[in-house]
């Protein structure tokens, strides 16, 4: 079975600093990988996603995420954080086809300090 | 542009009184996606519909229904909300070939007095 775990349901990083959100996932199939993020009361907006092509993979908002198979790990990065960062950040899995099927991980609060 | 609608925005329902919530896309998408996110958790998947097709999670209570009239439309209806269905319900789309890439409404807050 697919799961995904967050490494930490709360991270606060201060502006201009690396932004490291860490997820590692459990797949019994070569996966799909997201990540996303959700702002206060909004939907979720996909930043990016591994669909085994290249494993470093760049996304919008300067985000980028490397897949590491033998860690089974999908970090998300940002070189400098910025105040507007500030949200909810999901790790997601997904399988299937005829109608996909996400599992998302529990999500990681980013914070960010002036 | 194109686009997942959700309305309202925010919801406020009486315990046990049905409820419905609606969707709709302009993406021409075949599959529609219903997820409930409570509060400080991940979105679960309730079910989904390719095309007409319909899919429940085993888990999803028998309290939550929905309807899918045509390709732009989807319904989430709770026959008998109880106060812990109070959460975050999303819609999302997704389209044949691309399937792994979902597209996701801004969501209907549901509020059950």
């Known amino acids: 079975a697919q799961s995904v775990t967050q490494l930490g349901s709360h991270v606060s990083v201060s502006e201009g600093a690396l932004v490291l959100l860490r997820c590692n996932y459990s797949?019994?199939?070569?996966?799909?990988l997201f990540w996303y993020v959700q702002y206060p009361n909004q939907g979720l907006q996909l930043l990016l996603k591994?669909?085994?092509?290249?494993?470093l993979v760049k996304g919008i908002n300067g985000f980028e995420a490397e897949f590491k198979k033998s860690e089974t790990s999908f970090h998300l990065t940002k070189p400098s954080a910025h105040m507007s960062d500030a949200a909810e950040y999901f790790c997601?899995?997904?399988?299937?086809?005829?109608?996909?099927?996400?599992?998302f991980g529990a999500g990681t609060r980013l914070f960010v300090k002036a | 542009d194109a686009m997942v609608i959700q309305n309202p925005r925010y919801q406020v329902t009486q315990f046990g009184k049905p409820v419905t919530l609606s969707c709709s896309q302009t993406?021409?998408?075949?599959?529609m996606y219903w997820y409930q996110q409570k509060s400080s958790q991940a979105p679960k998947l309730l079910f989904h519909?390719?095309?007409?097709?319909?899919?429940n999670e085993a888990d999803t209570p028998d309290n939550f229904q929905s309807r899918r009239p045509n390709t732009s439309f989807c319904f989430l209806d709770i026959r008998s909300p109880g106060l812990g269905d109070a959460a975050m319900y999303l819609c999302?789309?997704?389209?044949?070939?691309?399937?792994?890439?979902?597209?996701f409404g801004p969501g209907t807050r549901l509020l059950v007095l």
């Open positions: 999302a789309t997704s389209r044949p070939g691309s399937e792994e890439t979902q597209y």
């Open positions: 797949s019994s199939v070569p996966p799909y």
């Open positions: 591994y669909t085994s092509a290249a494993t």
């Open positions: 997601a899995v997904g399988v299937g086809t005829g109608g996909f099927k996400t599992i």
């Open positions: 993406l021409n998408h075949n599959v």
């Open positions: 519909y390719y095309d007409k097709d319909f899919n």
